[in-house]
T-cell receptor
Framework: KQEVTQIPAALSVPEGENLVLNCSFTDSAIYNLQWFRQDPGKGLTSLLLIQSSQREQTSGRLNASLDKSSGRSTLYIAASQPGDSATYLCAVTSGYALNFGKGTSLLVTP | DAGVIQSPRHEVTEMGQEVTLRCKPI?????LFWYRQTMMRGLELLIYFNNNVPIDDSGMPEDRFSAKMPNASFSTLKIQPSEPRDSAVYFC????????????FGDGTRLSIL
């Protein structure tokens, strides 16, 4: 069974800092890996999707990398802003379902 | 474009009552998923459909849970009878292609069983 782990569980940083969120998974047989953002009381918003054949994807201040052989992914957020405060979830597609980590709760303070 | 639409947003009901959650996927998406989110277990897949056909319901916790997709634009998740431990946020998601496209999530239904 695919296990997805996210470290750290919570993170607080001052505005402007660059930061890295980590995700690891146990089974490298994946179609893709997705990073989501979840705001309180809201659904999940897809941020980036990395295909299993890709190494990284970028969108604005976000950069996600994937090392499938080692079962690791990182989400890099540049120049963090208070509006980035949310829970960030990593999920891998194994078979046809997404297997989620428990998320990293990010707080960016002004 | 309209996203995935779920209703109701909130549901509070008493133990033993029947609960029906509804989902309208994004038009043209062939896959529909029902997930449940709790503090203890995080997000878990309950069931998914491909072209309106249930493919994998191994995540459905008990026979009290059932899901249907009568057509490409509508799905329901039913709990009968409901129990307090069913309290959670239930999400519906859809995608055009699982292997290469992101899943799009609705805002969820927050269910409280008293």
């Amino acid at each position: 069974k695919q296990e997805v782990t996210q470290i750290p569980a919570a993170l607080s940083v001052p505005e402007g800092e660059n930061l890295v969120l980590n995700c690891s998974f146990t089974d490298s047989a994946i179609y893709n890996l997705q990073w989501f953002r979840q705001d309180p009381g809201k659904g999940l918003t897809s941020l980036l999707l990395i295909q299993s054949s890709q190494r990284e994807q970028t969108s604005g201040r976000l950069n996600a990398s994937l090392d499938k052989s080692s079962g690791r992914s990182t989400l890099y957020i540049a120049a963090s802003q208070p509006g980035d405060s949310a829970t960030y979830l990593c999920a891998v597609t194994s078979g046809y379902a997404l297997n989620f980590g428990k998320g990293t709760s990010l707080l960016v303070t002004p | 474009d309209a996203g995935v639409i779920q209703s109701p947003r909130h549901e509070v009901t008493e133990m033993g009552q029947e609960v029906t959650l509804r989902c309208k996927p994004i038009s043209g998406h062939d896959y529909l998923f029902w997930y449940r989110q709790t503090m203890m277990r995080g997000l878990e897949l309950l069931i998914y459909f491909n072209n309106n056909v249930p493919i994998d319901d191994s995540g459905m916790p008990e026979d009290r849970f059932s899901a249907k997709m009568p057509n490409a634009s509508f799905s329901t998740l039913k709990i009968q009878p409901s129990e307090p431990r069913d309290s959670a946020v239930y999400f519906c998601a859809s995608t055009l292609r699982v292997e290469s496209q992101p899943q799009h999530f609705g805002d969820g239904t927050r269910l409280s069983i008293l």
